[in-house]
């Protein structure tokens, strides 16, 4: 069973590459294919820079026009998704500072001990309702810099050296911006439960 699963993954990734090889020679189908095999995740990431899913569409359409013009000069140096979120990213940040939100939180000059090395993404920890709805508003209001770690590896599930490639960081300077933002959520998550302690224990 694990041969069959390790012939799979490979089968895959060799499928991957040959659609990679043929959209950078102008296959517009081994493209398409490309994209529908990637939109969702992209999706997934990008929906937590934007104002709404609305905004979120757009930044994933524009993220694989440019990706579609620039396929030509992509090296390979990187999986191709790498290059598809970094790209994603980027445009969901642009537009983020032509809006900045008045609620993102300063986390450069917090204190960096005790971060919590969570081993599974946020969410699968948050069961209820308003948990997750207090979860996702920490991470939104995260400057953008300092969310994409945290989407990127705790939520999508990326390694470290995968999400540190996503944002041309090294593996380094993505960890400290990991542990920061991990602080700031957990801030938030602590001051949830003691305000649900302090005033919702007697419900």
């Known amino acids: 069973m694990e041969g069959e699963d390790t012939t799979g993954i490979r089968a895959l990734a060799a499928d991957e590459s040959a659609l990679v090889s043929r959209a950078r020679e102008g296959d517009r189908v081994a ?7 990637h939109a969702d995740r992209l999706y997934a990431v990008v929906v937590r820079f934007c104002a709404d899913a609305t905004e979120a569409e757009d930044v994933v ?6 990706a579609w013009r620039g396929i030509a000069r992509f090296e390979g140096s990187s999986e191709f998704f790498t290059w598809l979120y970094r790209i994603g990213i980027n445009e969901a940040k642009r537009r983020a500072e032509r809006h900045p939100r008045n609620e993102t939180v300063s986390i450069e000059d917090e204190p960096i001990d005790g971060a919590p090395d969570w081993s599974e993404a946020p969410e699968r920890r948050a ?6 709805r207090v979860l996702e508003a920490a991470v939104r ?3 953008a810099d300092y969310r994409a770690p945290l989407v990127l590896r705790d ?13 041309d960081l090294s593996e380094a300077a993505f960890k400290s911006r990991l542990h920061r933002a991990r602080l700031a959520v957990r801030r938030a ?5 003691l305000d649900a302690h302090g ?3 007697e419900r």
């Open 127 to 132: 069961e209820q309702g308003e948990l997750r």
């Open 31 to 37: 493209f398409e294919a490309l994209a529908r095999r």
């Open 61 to 66: 359409q524009e993220a694989f026009l440019r």
């Open 155 to 167: 939520v999508e599930g990326l390694s470290t050296r995968e999400a540190a490639a996503v944002m």
């Open 199 to 201: 005033h919702g224990g």
């Open 141 to 143: 209001a995260l400057p």
């Open 189 to 193: 998550l602590d001051a949830y439960f």
